[in-house]
């Protein structure tokens, strides 16, 4: 009977479906696996309870990312197939029961439990969770695909707004024993199953050759936005999937870089001027940016619509050099420019999240987008450890060689200006999709 509910037939929308009840769908499931950013919450209590190391704390979430690359990589062709409430179960079933796993591991104090549980189990969930709604998305709003992409991604991104004092809220009153971190996974559990059943529940395809009735017109006659398909097989063959990758690896490798290391980089910034950064102040920058990361997200995206991606691509691109370059040659000067270019860098790195759905289906065509898309962010993967590499290693070597201050950080502003200007590059590249790429007006197989 379950199983019936998940088919892709069960799923499709009467005539009369109003399709704005499909973002809060993608919401309900973005918001509740975007938690993965709240994880340092849980750091130091398992640190205290456990015994852990800072490393071995950190293990569930770098696991958690890397399942999510993996599996919105290879599970992407299988989520286009089997419909969008079915992937949406799937990832319900994984995220909520490895918080639960978690929460058996803690209360029997085996820490591997947690790791399987909610970097390996949960991760499988972030991972199908994230690229779900977005092919569903880009086929209810074919005339604003940013918006509509922007809306559900900006929920990955401020996932950790609502999870971060909720969760510290939990475990201020069930306490931060090994009991108490057991019951707050446990609750996650079980909150997150409900939340996301909404979504699983209210989710729907357009019935076959739908069209809203402000599809834009013009889109046949630009040249960027085909009305041809191309499969997920064949998307990866041609150079503009490859193009595409390269740009979302340079701008999140340049965001995320900045991103991890904003606390000690504000401080080390001003630390020696007369208006030094104090902590507090530091975390509420790193809280500022974060709220930066997700309008990005939905504000820039839906620019696109208007646009075009390309162009927006520019801006990100072009744009967060020259921030980076403001950074270098005024950050020391006052706290204000530099947070202002931060802020604008981490906007330009939550708009390039949610701005390639769009962009790949203005190349291939919505047959296969979320597929396309989930073999793409496999460079989330490699910025994921590239970013923070680059930024912390360099600070590590100029720290020893007795540098301090801006000096720590001014090699790794120099090569992330270097990557957004290959990114740039890459962007400038790109051309409309050699038409032996696509399928047939009737489709292709996967």
Known sequence: MVADLLTPARAVAPADWNRWLVPPAALAV??????????????????????????????????GIVMLGLSAALGGTLVER??????????????????????????????????????????????????????????????????ATGIAIMGFGGGALIASPWSTQMLDSFGTGQSGIALTFLVHGLVYAVFMSLGVALVRVPPPDWQPASAPKPVA??????????????????????????????????????????????VGFFAESSTPVATGAAAGFV????????????????????????????????????????????????????????????????????????????????????????????????????????????ADLREAAGAHGPDLYTTSLYIMIGLLIIGFASNELVRPVNPKYHEPATGGAV
């Open 287 to 394: 809280a500022l940016l974060s709220l930066t990361n997700m309008a990005g997200r939905f504000i820039w995206s839906s620019t696109s619509d208007i646009v075009g991606r390309k162009n927006i691509y520019r801006l990100y691109l072009g744009g967060g050099a020259l921030l980076y370059l403001g950074i270098l040659l005024f950050g020391a000067t006052g706290v204000p420019v530099f947070v202002l270019c931060a802020m604008l860098i981490l906007s330009f790195y939550g708009g390039g999240f949610a701005t390639i759905p769009a962009y790949l289906k203005d190349l291939f065509g919505s047959l296969q987008v979320g597929a396309i898309h989930g073999r793409l962010l496999t460079a989330w993967s490699v910025a994921g450890v590239l970013g923070p590499l680059i930024v912390n290693a360099i």
């Open 30 to 63: 973005h918001l509740s696996i975007g938690q993965v950013y709240a994880w340092s919450v849980f750091k130091p209590p398992l640190e205290d309870a456990l015994g852990l190391s800072g490393t071995l704390s950190a293990l569930p979430f770098q696991l």
């Open 221 to 266: 006659r630009r040249p960027m936005i085909t009305t041809a398909n191309v499969t997920a097989r064949n998307a990866v063959r041609t150079p503009q999937f490859w193009m595409l990758w390269v740009i979302l690896c340079c701008n999140v490798t340049a965001g995320i870089g900045i991103l991890e290391k904003a606390a000690p980089m504000i």
């Open 82 to 147: 089997r419909g969008p409430r079915w992937a949406m179960a799937v990832s319900t079933t994984c995220f909520s029961l490895g918080f639960l796993l978690s929460s058996l591991g803690v209360a029997l104090g085996q820490y591997w439990l947690v790791v399987f549980g909610y970097g390996f189990v949960g991760g499988i969930g972030l991972g199908i969770g994230y690229i779900s709604p977005v092919s569903t998305l880009i086929k209810w709003f074919p005339d604003r695909p940013g918006m």
